[in-house]
Protein backbone atom coordinates (compact mmCIF):
# COMPACT_ATOMS: atom_id res chain seq x y z
CA UNK A 1 0.00 0.00 0.00
CA UNK A 2 0.96 3.86 -0.85
CA UNK A 3 2.07 5.89 2.27
CA UNK A 4 0.04 9.01 1.51
CA UNK A 5 1.77 12.43 1.96
CA UNK A 6 -0.65 15.41 3.20
CA UNK A 7 -0.65 18.84 2.50
CA UNK A 8 -1.89 21.76 3.93
CA UNK A 9 -5.51 20.95 3.72
CA UNK A 10 -6.84 18.70 7.00
CA UNK A 11 -7.91 15.86 5.02
CA UNK A 12 -7.23 12.24 5.05
CA UNK A 13 -7.41 9.30 2.57
CA UNK A 14 -9.98 6.67 3.91
CA UNK A 15 -8.30 4.37 6.76
CA UNK A 16 -9.04 1.48 5.23
CA UNK A 17 -5.61 2.06 2.68
CA UNK A 18 -3.88 1.94 5.51
CA UNK A 19 -0.59 -0.82 4.94
CA UNK A 20 -2.15 -3.87 5.85
CA UNK A 21 0.48 -5.00 7.98
CA UNK A 22 1.83 -1.71 10.21
CA UNK A 23 -1.35 0.53 9.71
CA UNK A 24 0.66 3.27 8.66
CA UNK A 25 -1.67 5.44 6.28
CA UNK A 26 -0.06 8.94 5.59
CA UNK A 27 3.01 10.94 6.77
CA UNK A 28 3.20 15.02 7.30
CA UNK A 29 0.56 17.65 7.54
CA UNK A 30 0.56 19.28 11.18
CA UNK A 31 -1.38 18.87 14.44
CA UNK A 32 -3.99 21.44 14.23
CA UNK A 33 -6.78 21.15 16.14
CA UNK A 34 -9.24 20.30 13.11
CA UNK A 35 -6.54 18.16 11.68
CA UNK A 36 -6.55 15.72 15.00
CA UNK A 37 -10.43 16.05 15.35
CA UNK A 38 -10.81 14.86 11.89
CA UNK A 39 -8.47 12.06 12.57
CA UNK A 40 -9.86 10.39 15.38
CA UNK A 41 -13.41 11.25 13.91
CA UNK A 42 -12.22 8.88 11.29
CA UNK A 43 -10.35 6.18 12.94
CA UNK A 44 -7.12 7.83 12.56
CA UNK A 45 -4.42 8.79 14.93
CA UNK A 46 -0.75 10.40 15.08
CA UNK A 47 2.56 8.45 16.38
CA UNK A 48 6.01 9.72 15.89
CA UNK A 49 9.35 9.78 16.78
CA UNK A 50 11.13 12.87 18.36
CA UNK A 51 13.02 14.53 14.69
CA UNK A 52 10.25 12.10 12.53
CA UNK A 53 7.87 13.81 10.40
CA UNK A 54 4.34 13.15 11.88
CA UNK A 55 3.05 9.76 11.06
CA UNK A 56 -0.63 8.74 10.97
CA UNK A 57 -2.06 5.26 11.49
CA UNK A 58 -5.04 2.73 11.32
CA UNK A 59 -4.33 -0.82 12.66
CA UNK A 60 -5.86 -3.47 11.96
CA UNK A 61 -6.87 -5.25 13.91
CA UNK A 62 -7.31 -2.51 16.65
CA UNK A 63 -7.43 -2.85 20.26
CA UNK A 64 -10.84 -1.53 22.06
CA UNK A 65 -12.14 -2.22 25.58
CA UNK A 66 -15.87 -2.90 25.46
CA UNK A 67 -16.83 -1.38 28.27
CA UNK A 68 -18.90 -4.14 29.80
CA UNK A 69 -15.92 -6.82 28.85
CA UNK A 70 -13.93 -4.65 31.92
CA UNK A 71 -12.30 -6.57 33.81
CA UNK A 72 -10.69 -6.42 36.92
CA UNK A 73 -9.33 -9.16 39.51
CA UNK A 74 -10.16 -9.73 43.00
CA UNK A 75 -6.65 -9.21 44.50
CA UNK A 76 -6.49 -5.06 42.07
CA UNK A 77 -10.12 -4.69 43.67
CA UNK A 78 -8.98 -5.77 47.30
CA UNK A 79 -5.85 -3.22 46.72
CA UNK A 80 -7.11 -0.30 45.05
CA UNK A 81 -9.88 -0.70 48.17
CA UNK A 82 -7.66 0.26 50.84
CA UNK A 83 -5.39 2.01 48.46
CA UNK A 84 -5.45 6.10 50.34
CA UNK A 85 -5.90 7.22 46.55
CA UNK A 86 -8.20 10.25 45.84
CA UNK A 87 -9.58 10.33 41.97
CA UNK A 88 -9.66 13.52 40.04
CA UNK A 89 -10.85 14.41 36.36
CA UNK A 90 -9.48 17.11 34.06
CA UNK A 91 -7.64 19.17 37.53
CA UNK A 92 -4.08 18.77 35.86
CA UNK A 93 -4.30 17.06 32.38
CA UNK A 94 -0.98 19.46 31.37
CA UNK A 95 0.87 17.43 34.46
CA UNK A 96 -0.58 14.26 33.61
CA UNK A 97 0.84 14.89 29.74
CA UNK A 98 4.14 15.79 30.96
CA UNK A 99 4.26 12.73 33.52
CA UNK A 100 3.66 10.49 31.15
CA UNK A 101 6.21 11.80 28.69
CA UNK A 102 8.79 11.59 31.38
CA UNK A 103 8.27 8.53 33.12
CA UNK A 104 10.58 5.44 32.12
CA UNK A 105 8.53 2.21 31.02
CA UNK A 106 9.64 -1.31 31.11
CA UNK A 107 11.11 -2.58 27.48
CA UNK A 108 11.13 1.40 26.11
CA UNK A 109 13.35 4.64 25.58
CA UNK A 110 12.22 7.92 25.06
CA UNK A 111 8.64 9.63 24.77
CA UNK A 112 6.81 9.72 21.48
CA UNK A 113 5.09 12.65 23.39
CA UNK A 114 6.91 15.77 21.76
CA UNK A 115 6.47 19.63 22.83
CA UNK A 116 4.53 19.64 19.73
CA UNK A 117 2.31 16.49 20.58
CA UNK A 118 1.78 18.15 24.57
CA UNK A 119 0.65 21.69 23.30
CA UNK A 120 -1.52 19.84 20.05
CA UNK A 121 -3.59 17.71 23.08
CA UNK A 122 -3.44 20.73 25.69
CA UNK A 123 -5.33 22.58 22.63
CA UNK A 124 -7.51 19.99 22.28
CA UNK A 125 -8.27 20.01 26.03
CA UNK A 126 -8.43 23.67 26.05
CA UNK A 127 -11.42 22.87 23.60
CA UNK A 128 -13.05 19.89 25.75
CA UNK A 129 -12.41 17.88 23.61
CA UNK A 130 -9.35 16.30 25.53
CA UNK A 131 -9.23 14.91 28.93
CA UNK A 132 -7.48 13.44 32.12
CA UNK A 133 -8.03 11.26 34.71
CA UNK A 134 -5.86 11.78 37.84
CA UNK A 135 -4.82 9.55 40.62
CA UNK A 136 -3.14 12.00 44.00
CA UNK A 137 -1.97 10.53 46.92
CA UNK A 138 -1.03 12.68 49.84
CA UNK A 139 -1.42 15.57 47.73
CA UNK A 140 0.75 14.36 44.86
CA UNK A 141 -0.30 13.14 41.27
CA UNK A 142 1.29 9.62 41.22
CA UNK A 143 -0.95 8.43 38.00
CA UNK A 144 -2.88 9.14 35.44
CA UNK A 145 -4.12 9.15 31.97
CA UNK A 146 -5.45 11.11 29.33
CA UNK A 147 -6.91 10.93 25.67
CA UNK A 148 -9.66 12.13 23.72
CA UNK A 149 -13.29 12.19 23.09
CA UNK A 150 -15.66 12.56 20.73
CA UNK A 151 -18.99 11.11 20.74
CA UNK A 152 -19.64 9.13 23.05
CA UNK A 153 -15.98 7.16 22.66
CA UNK A 154 -12.66 8.29 24.19
CA UNK A 155 -9.21 7.87 22.85
CA UNK A 156 -6.44 6.87 25.31
CA UNK A 157 -3.34 8.24 24.60
CA UNK A 158 -1.24 7.55 27.56
CA UNK A 159 -1.01 6.51 31.25
CA UNK A 160 1.62 6.32 33.80
CA UNK A 161 2.47 5.44 37.61
CA UNK A 162 4.24 6.49 39.93
CA UNK A 163 3.03 4.18 42.79
CA UNK A 164 1.87 0.67 42.25
CA UNK A 165 -1.31 -0.06 40.67
CA UNK A 166 -2.01 4.39 40.45
CA UNK A 167 -2.80 3.95 36.67
CA UNK A 168 -4.82 0.62 36.85
CA UNK A 169 -7.00 3.52 39.57
CA UNK A 170 -7.19 6.34 36.75
CA UNK A 171 -8.55 3.19 34.34
CA UNK A 172 -11.19 2.17 36.37
CA UNK A 173 -12.33 5.75 37.34
CA UNK A 174 -12.39 5.90 33.32
CA UNK A 175 -14.63 3.18 32.62
CA UNK A 176 -16.73 3.58 35.52
CA UNK A 177 -17.39 7.84 34.03
CA UNK A 178 -17.67 5.75 30.40
CA UNK A 179 -20.37 3.89 31.82
CA UNK A 180 -22.22 6.22 34.10
CA UNK A 181 -22.32 8.52 30.54
CA UNK A 182 -23.27 5.62 28.23
CA UNK A 183 -19.65 5.25 26.32
CA UNK A 184 -20.05 2.67 23.51
CA UNK A 185 -16.07 1.90 24.00
CA UNK A 186 -12.62 3.08 24.86
CA UNK A 187 -9.90 2.99 21.90
CA UNK A 188 -6.44 1.78 23.21
CA UNK A 189 -4.92 1.62 19.85
CA UNK A 190 -2.44 -1.37 20.13
CA UNK A 191 -2.97 -4.33 22.28
CA UNK A 192 -0.66 -5.47 25.10
CA UNK A 193 -0.70 -8.00 27.54
CA UNK A 194 -0.95 -5.06 30.09
CA UNK A 195 -4.45 -4.13 28.55
CA UNK A 196 -5.22 -7.56 27.95
CA UNK A 197 -5.72 -8.21 31.41
CA UNK A 198 -8.15 -5.54 31.95
CA UNK A 199 -10.46 -7.39 28.74
CA UNK A 200 -9.32 -4.65 25.99
CA UNK A 201 -9.31 -6.76 23.08
CA UNK A 202 -8.80 -6.63 19.21
CA UNK A 203 -11.46 -6.13 16.68
CA UNK A 204 -10.84 -5.64 12.94
CA UNK A 205 -10.68 -2.07 11.58
CA UNK A 206 -13.98 -2.99 9.60
CA UNK A 207 -15.78 -3.42 13.40
CA UNK A 208 -13.42 -0.57 14.60
CA UNK A 209 -15.05 1.79 12.04
CA UNK A 210 -19.00 0.34 11.95
CA UNK A 211 -18.39 1.12 16.17
CA UNK A 212 -17.12 4.64 16.02
CA UNK A 213 -19.56 5.71 13.61
CA UNK A 214 -22.11 5.10 16.04
CA UNK A 215 -20.21 6.30 19.08
CA UNK A 216 -20.09 9.81 16.94
CA UNK A 217 -23.65 9.94 16.42
CA UNK A 218 -24.08 10.77 19.98
CA UNK A 219 -23.04 14.57 20.70
CA UNK A 220 -19.69 14.92 22.53
CA UNK A 221 -19.42 16.17 25.67
CA UNK A 222 -17.73 19.34 25.19
CA UNK A 223 -16.57 20.57 28.55
CA UNK A 224 -14.43 19.97 31.48
CA UNK A 225 -15.34 16.74 33.25
CA UNK A 226 -13.89 18.10 36.22
CA UNK A 227 -17.58 18.18 38.19
CA UNK A 228 -19.12 15.39 35.94
Not at 11 to 30: H, R
Not at 169 to 195: E, G, K, M, S
Amino acid sequence: MPIYNLNQRPVFPPAYLADSESGLLAIGGDLSRERLVRAYAEGIFPWYSPGDPILWWSPDPRAVLILDEFHLSQRNRRYLKKANFIMRRDSAFAAVVKKCAKTPRRHETGTWITPEMAAAYLDLYQAGLAHSFETWQDGNLVGGLYGVSLGRCFFGESMFSLVDHASKAALVDLVAFARRCNFHFIDNQFLTPHLKQFGVREVSRREYLKRLEKALRKPTLKKSWYDL
